[in-house]
């Protein structure tokens, strides 16, 4: 499938929140944009923060950052104030036990 079709087809709310799920950062919807623009079709920021706000609900959880922790992969979204404390306990758990198996 071409780039234009892509863009014209895409159901931004699902792209912004399979990016967020995926852990991709916010940002990433410039990329689109950019994409897009050259074929001249605009994508929906709108749609896709929107989606990607439901993503981050999926994705800010102890369990997304204990495996992030054990994995010893960086942090590359910041989550929000509600559900930050619990995700960075996860990561702090499994960071803890990948530097003990790695060091």
């Known amino acids: 499938m071409n780039v234009k079709k892509k863009?014209?087809?895409?159901?931004?709310?699902a792209v912004g929140e399979m990016d967020a799920?995926?852990?991709l950062k916010r940002s990433q919807y410039r990329t689109?944009?950019?994409k897009c623009h050259e074929v001249g079709v605009d994508v929906d920021t709108r749609l896709y923060l929107s989606g990607y706000e439901q993503g981050l609900k999926m994705?800010?959880?102890y369990e997304t950052g204990y495996e992030?922790?054990?994995n010893g992969k960086p942090l590359s979204v910041k989550c929000p104030d509600g559900s930050a404390k619990n995700f960075m306990r996860g990561y702090k758990?499994?960071?803890r036990l990948y530097q003990t198996r790695n060091y």
Do not use: I, M, P, V
């Not at 863009?7 to 709310?13: E, G, L, M, N």
């Open 21 to 23: 799920r995926s852990g």
């Open 93 to 95: 758990s499994g960071k």
């Open 59 to 61: 994705y800010c959880t």
């Open 68 to 70: 992030l922790g054990l």
């Open 7 to 13: 863009c014209r087809q895409a159901d931004w709310r």
């Open 32 to 34: 689109y944009q950019d």
